[in-house]
């Protein structure tokens, strides 16, 4: 054979595979939904410790009846999964990671549905008609409708994707084509709060992590609502900067315009960071980006367009930078102000000049600059404002000597990280999920926002990482209806399995 | 004789009677201050009618003892007490205000004594010893130290002016010098809620309200200690200005870069408010200001300088504006950013990008100015910035047209006013009391609150009107430990004194 004529048959092996895995899902809606309910309707919030175990245990066993070695991993707060199918002649591991705790809940906030108590509905609910109500599952064998959708709290985030990578494992075991790849999957406890201590346990079980790629299966899909493997994301950091006014809140009768007012000089502050077109202005900010290679640019280039179409649905006209659209603005170092507080504003304004206003920037690194460059890029500009930077509140003797005084505190919890898009693992698995899907992947080099645990995967232990989010943008994660469409979690079942499968020659080098 | 003759003449009587005046002080002091802390003693919160009118009858009980005529006037709230004492012959009649009502009280915040259950301390209350202890009062006919003072809700705000008015008119009755004009006495139950009654009432009784002057008893003396009467008020505005950004506050890991920031936003617009120098940008800001006469511009230059001691009372290093000391900033219009809200700041900073940021801008109309003028140029100024500007919250069609919107809502309680420092009537009021106390009173052109009812007073009325402020400066009004220097309560009945025997000639012409 050729090398084409081997890539003809390879192509038609992948294919089949596909069919099959979308054969057995055809068949088995019903059992799959079932299963989702069932665990949905275990409560899941992280600090209710009785209840994550038996989330934990739940896990366990579903694995385990797939033939999974799985072992619970006790912690400070909840069990870690692990499990582990190996496989004869294996040349490769894989690892796919979700959790299972979920965002706690506001009970008064589920007005429609209870969120621990599952429920279907035909199409997505309309918050102000309350329609469509819950309807029942269709019968066994029946199909589902694509758009119908699964109301409860974890249904996308992030106990959906664990059911996907279940059903793909189930229609991988019937299609009777034998299992290639040694397969791992780890399951933690506690995203919600923010993986406190999950990166350290990563880095205890440094040997057991050991994989060819790495999978967190979470997030929602790219607007378009196809498969989005991420390669890399964004890093995160919090510099909450304070400025000063007088040492007490002042009657604004007998001080205005005397007395310096802090909110005004935080206002100027902030307004010296980015320019008209929406570029940051702080001196180095985007230096050190490194430049992203062909096959990242590329790939940027094959995102669907949807700039119009999220300023309609977020009501906005015209986006922050004229120069760049909605995914390279993502691929860029981020600036935000995420909060300004000062004196009383609105309802509750008071007849005083502020004392102290408080500003919480986001900076948020990419592959290139690292958090503490960052952070000393943004006090070098407040420095050159003027400003005696401070890391408490100044004393008397401070405020006397120094006109301007800004206290800054920072906080970071992950820095920029990217598998790069040429390596042969990552052509292997763009090449697994292509066509595995009907809405065909998308591959995109970063996320916006931070994960925590990537950096440690792909830079501590050398891990090719992506995220692979499958669940429909507008699942309304972490709030009331959350909820899952069905439709979505087939695409979750189909990349799964496709990736499950992905082929690695015993020639191929990583 | 001669005009210098008589002028002399007519000061000898002056000094007479302020030495009258000082003589029966002396003798009285102790019943003077018992009858302050008995009425320091009735609970005064605005909305307890109950206690509010055992005020008003307490007042009214303490008037008809001096032979005042007094009739209480039913409101919607509480009680205005109204006393008239006419003298034969009199030639012009004159105005005493003060309010009886108090801020209400957080009684777990007054730990050093109790708001209604007044104590004296031998000198200023240390809040970290918490010394000195309460201490008795000296017996009757014994001296006070004229340091010590009286802690109560109410002791300076504005029950102490009250004493003061009545131990004045005491005083003048026991000194054998017959009164020479009609007095009116008013004393309102609602000025800490906002006095929103209270103008209405004033024009409902304009005849009534007819004076020769009209002195609205309250408020502290300025820092040095000295009575100070000020002549007229800015007014004062608020203008709470909203941007906007997405119509949700948005993820910022996945839009950060590309949805507008109305934090940003407003930080910049109110940036183009204020020039580096500390003058107001809003053009036409200045424009109106009528400028001071001659008289007062040399009562200007009377008050003493304290700029170094505010500073560095108050913790700041250079003050707003280099080109205007403390008092004269007071005479210029204002401009005061009360608060900014916008996402979530400091401790409770979150992963957004925030949707909305308000801004409360404070502006003080001078005379020259109507709020309206100034409220135009504010408008105008946010529109030459580029904002569509609103009355209500955007809908989506306005959302999608206008990339900047700001909601604007305005509200105004008093225009500026100031009564002329060289009208007849201030001619010999401040001869009146000149020499009446022993830190000689300071005139001020205007304080720098707005003061509810001088203009409704000296613009619908004609009454010439002024401020007269006579307790000391740190006597923590409207919070816990209240107090009033015994000095100050001196000071008080010296100068009202001086002000009910002002003389006027049957030729002067106001």
């Given at each position: 054979?050729?090398s084409?004529?081997k890539h003809?048959?390879?192509q038609?092996?992948?294919r089949?595979?596909?069919a099959?895995?979308r054969?057995?899902?055809?068949?088995?809606e019903r059992?799959?939904?079932?299963?989702?309910?069932e665990?949905?309707?275990i409560p899941?919030?992280?600090?209710?410790?009785?209840e994550?175990?038996r989330?934990?245990?739940y896990?366990?066993s579903?694995?385990?009846?797939?033939?999974?070695?799985?072992?619970?991993?006790e912690?400070?707060?909840?069990p870690?999964?692990?499990?582990e199918l190996?496989?004869p002649?294996?040349?490769?591991?894989?690892?796919?990671?979700?959790?299972y705790?979920?965002?706690?809940?506001?009970?008064a906030?589920?007005?429609?549905s209870?969120p621990?108590?599952?429920v279907m509905r035909?199409s997505?609910?309309?918050?102000a008609?309350?329609?469509?109500?819950?309807?029942p599952?269709?019968?066994?064998?029946a199909?589902?409708d694509?758009?119908a959708r699964?109301?409860?709290?974890s249904?996308s985030?992030?106990k959906?994707?664990i059911?996907?990578m279940?059903?793909?494992?189930d229609?991988?075991?019937a299609?009777?084509?034998?299992?290639?790849?040694?397969?791992r999957?780890?399951?933690?406890?506690?995203?919600?709060s923010?993986?406190?201590?999950f990166?350290?346990?990563?880095?205890?079980h440094?040997k057991?992590?050991?994989s060819?790629a790495f999978?967190?299966?979470?997030?929602?899909?790219?607007y378009?609502?196809?498969?989005?493997?991420?390669f890399?994301?964004?890093?995160n950091?919090?510099?909450?900067?304070?400025?000063?006014g007088?040492n007490?809140?002042?009657?604004a009768?007998?001080?205005?315009?005397?007395a310096?007012?802090?909110?005004?000089?935080?206002?100027?502050?902030?307004?010296?960071m980015?320019?008209?077109?929406?570029?940051?202005k702080?001196?180095?900010?985007?230096?050190?980006v490194?430049?992203?290679g062909?096959?990242?640019a590329?790939?940027?280039?094959?995102?669907?367009?949807?700039?119009?179409?999220?300023?309609?649905?977020?009501?906005?006209?015209?986006s922050?930078?004229?120069d760049?659209?909605?995914?390279e603005?993502?691929?860029?170092?981020?600036?935000?102000?995420?909060?300004?507080?000062?004196?009383?504003?609105?309802?509750?304004?008071?007849?005083?000049?502020?004392d102290?206003?408080?500003?919480?920037?986001?900076l948020?690194p990419?592959?290139g600059?690292?958090p503490?460059e960052?952070?000393?890029?943004?006090?070098?500009?407040?420095?050159?404002?003027?400003?005696?930077?401070v890391?408490?509140?100044?004393?008397?003797?401070?405020?006397s000597q120094?006109?301007?005084?800004?206290k800054?505190?920072?906080?970071?919890?992950?820095?920029?990280?990217?598998?790069?898009?040429d390596?042969?693992?990552?052509?292997?698995?763009?090449?697994?999920?292509?066509g595995?899907?009907?809405?065909?992947a998308?591959?995109?080099?970063?996320?916006?926002s931070a994960?925590?645990?990537f950096?440690?995967?792909?830079?501590?232990?050398?891990?090719?990482?992506?995220?692979?989010?499958?669940?429909?943008?507008?699942n309304?994660?972490?709030?009331?209806?959350?909820?899952?469409?069905?439709?979505?979690?087939?695409?979750a079942?189909d990349?799964?399995?496709?990736?499950?499968?992905?082929e690695?020659?015993?020639s191929?080098?990583?």
């Open positions: 054979m050729t084409i004529d003809e048959q390879a038609d092996k992948k089949e595979l596909h099959a895995v054969q057995y899902r055809k068949a088995h059992e799959i939904v079932s299963e989702l309910i665990f949905l309707s899941n919030i992280e600090t209710d410790r009785t994550m175990r989330n934990a245990e896990i366990k579903m694995l385990e009846k797939r033939g999974v070695i799985v072992r619970l991993f912690t400070e707060t909840n870690v999964v692990w499990g190996d496989v002649g294996a040349t490769q591991t894989l690892t796919f990671y979700s959790h705790d979920g965002v706690p809940v506001e009970p906030d589920w007005i429609d209870h621990y108590e599952p035909s997505k609910l309309d918050p008609t309350r329609e469509p109500k819950p309807s599952l269709p019968e066994h064998g199909r589902f694509e758009d699964i109301y409860a709290r249904a985030d992030d959906g994707p059911i996907g279940l059903a793909a494992l229609a991988l075991l299609s009777g084509v034998p299992l290639r790849n040694n397969l999957f780890v399951f933690e406890g506690e995203e919600e923010g993986s406190e201590h990166p350290e346990f990563v880095r205890k440094r057991m992590f050991a060819d999978f967190i299966c979470d997030g929602p899909a790219y378009t609502g196809a498969p989005t493997m991420w890399g994301a964004r890093g950091i919090f510099a909450h900067v304070t400025v000063y007088a007490v809140v002042l009657h009768g007998h001080f205005t315009n005397f310096p007012n802090p909110v005004e000089r935080l206002s100027h502050l902030l307004s010296t980015r320019d008209s077109d929406g570029t940051v702080i001196p180095g900010f985007y230096d050190s490194a430049p992203l062909e096959i990242e590329n790939a940027l280039n094959g995102v669907p367009r949807l700039e119009a179409e999220l300023a309609g649905l977020y009501g906005f006209s015209g922050l930078r004229n760049q659209n909605y995914i603005s993502l691929q860029a170092p981020g600036f935000n102000v995420a909060g300004f507080q000062g004196g009383w504003a609105g309802d509750d304004a008071r007849f005083v000049v502020p102290v206003a408080t500003a919480s920037i986001m948020m990419v592959v600059t690292t503490d960052m952070i000393d890029s943004l006090k070098a500009h407040i420095t050159d404002q003027g400003y005696h930077v890391t408490d509140d100044p004393s008397a003797d401070e405020r120094y006109s301007l005084i800004a800054i505190s920072t906080y970071w919890s992950a820095p920029a990280s990217r598998t790069a898009m390596l042969p693992v990552s052509v292997r698995i763009m090449d697994a999920v292509s595995a899907t009907e809405k065909d998308l591959f995109i080099p970063s996320i916006g994960i925590g645990i950096s440690v995967l792909r830079d501590e232990l050398g891990i090719p990482t992506l995220l692979v989010s499958t669940v429909n943008p507008d309304f994660q972490h709030g009331p209806n959350e909820n899952l469409r069905i439709g979505n979690l087939w695409t079942i990349t799964f399995a496709a990736l499950m499968m992905m690695k020659a015993n191929d080098v990583n």
